[in-house]
T-cell receptor, first 116, second 113 residues
Framework: EAGVAQSPRYKIIEKRQSVAFWCNPISGHATLYWYQQILGQGPKLLIQFQNNGVVDDSQLPKDRFSAERLKGVDSTLKIQPAKLEDSAVYLC??????????????FGQGTRLTVV | GNSVTQMEGPVTLSEEAFLTINCTYTATGYPSLFWYVQYPGEGLQLLLK?????DKGSNKGFEATYRKETTSFHLEKGSVQVSDSAVYFC????????????FGAGTRLFVKA
C-alpha cells in the first residue's frame, strides 16, 4: 500500500513569513497526526484529527499554527508568522482508529523547515 | 501523564558488538510499546512492537520485551552492523482521549567498521 505522502521535503523561509505543509495519509486511515521534531529531540504531537474533526490540539501554538482536514483525507499545517524556533522537521502520520492501541502510526518522510 | 524515557546517546559501538538501548515508560492503563528507527535523511519506520506484558517484539535481529513489572522495553541486538547506524526512538501508544503515540527523545547509534 502507498505510504503517507508529505510535501514539500524541504523549505527555507525568513522569520515572519508564512509556510504551509501538505499531507496525504494512507487510504482508509481516519486518524491523522502532525508532529514537530526539533533536532535532537523526539517527535512532539501538535494536533490529532479523527476524520475532519480535531481530537487533540492542546500542544498546538494556536497564535501562529493552524491545521485543517476539510474532507477527512488530506491535511495542511500552516505557520504564520514563522519564528526561528519553528525550525524543525514536521511529520505527518496516520493510523486506523478501529485497531486501537495495538496498531502503529505510519509516518511520512517529513518536511524539514529552516527559518532564517 | 504518559511519558517515555530512554538512555541518552550517542552510543558508539564496533561492528558485531552487543547493543542495548534502555527505555522505561510511565503510563496509565495498558499501552502498547514500540521501537521506531530513523535512518539518516529518512522518516520514522516501525522497527518492532509489543502489545501486552511479557510480549517480545523482534525484527531484523533486534528484540525487546514488554516488562510491566519494571515498566521497561529495552532494545537489544546481539551483533550490530554498520547499516544499523541510526536514531532509535522508544514510544508508547495509549488511549488518552484518542489513541496517541508518545515518543522518547531518541538515542543515536554509531556503528564503526
Amino acid at each position: 500500500e502507498a505510504g503517507v505522502a508529505q510535501s514539500p521535503r524541504y523549505k527555507i523561509i525568513e522569520k515572519r513569513q508564512s509556510v504551509a505543509f501538505w499531507c496525504n495519509p494512507i487510504s482508509g486511515h481516519a486518524t491523522l497526526y502532525w508532529y514537530q521534531q526539533i533536532l535532537g529531540q523526539g517527535p512532539k504531537l501538535l494536533i490529532q484529527f479523527q476524520n475532519n474533526g480535531v481530537v487533540d490540539d492542546s500542544q498546538l501554538p494556536k497564535d501562529r499554527f493552524s491545521a485543517e482536514r476539510l474532507k477527512g483525507v488530506d491535511s495542511t499545517l500552516k505557520i504564520q508568522p514563522a519564528k526561528l524556533e519553528d525550525s524543525a522537521v514536521y511529520l505527518c502520520a496516520s493510523s486506523h482508529p478501529g485497531r486501537g492501541v495495538n496498531t502503529e502510526a505510519f509516518f511520512g518522510q517529513g518536511t524539514r523547515l529552516t527559518v532564517v | 501523564g504518559n511519558s517515555v524515557t530512554q538512555m541518552e546517546g550517542p552510543v558508539t559501538l564496533s561492528e558485531e558488538a552487543f547493543l542495548t538501548i534502555n527505555c522505561t515508560y510511565t503510563a496509565t492503563g495498558y499501552p502498547s510499546l514500540f521501537w521506531y528507527v530513523q535512518y539518516p535523511g529518512e522518516g520514522l519506520q516501525l522497527l518492532l512492537k509489543a502489545t501486552k506484558a511479557d510480549d517480545k517484539g523482534s525484527n531484523k535481529g533486534f528484540e525487546a520485551t514488554y516488562r510491566k513489572e519494571t515498566t521497561s522495553f529495552h532494545l537489544e541486538k546481539g551483533s550490530v552492523q554498520v547499516s544499523d547506524s541510526a536514531v532509535y526512538f522508544c514510544a508508547l501508544r495509549a488511549n488518552t482521549g484518542g489513541f496517541k503515540t508518545i515518543f522518547g527523545a531518541g538515542t543515536r547509534l554509531f556503528v564503526k567498521a
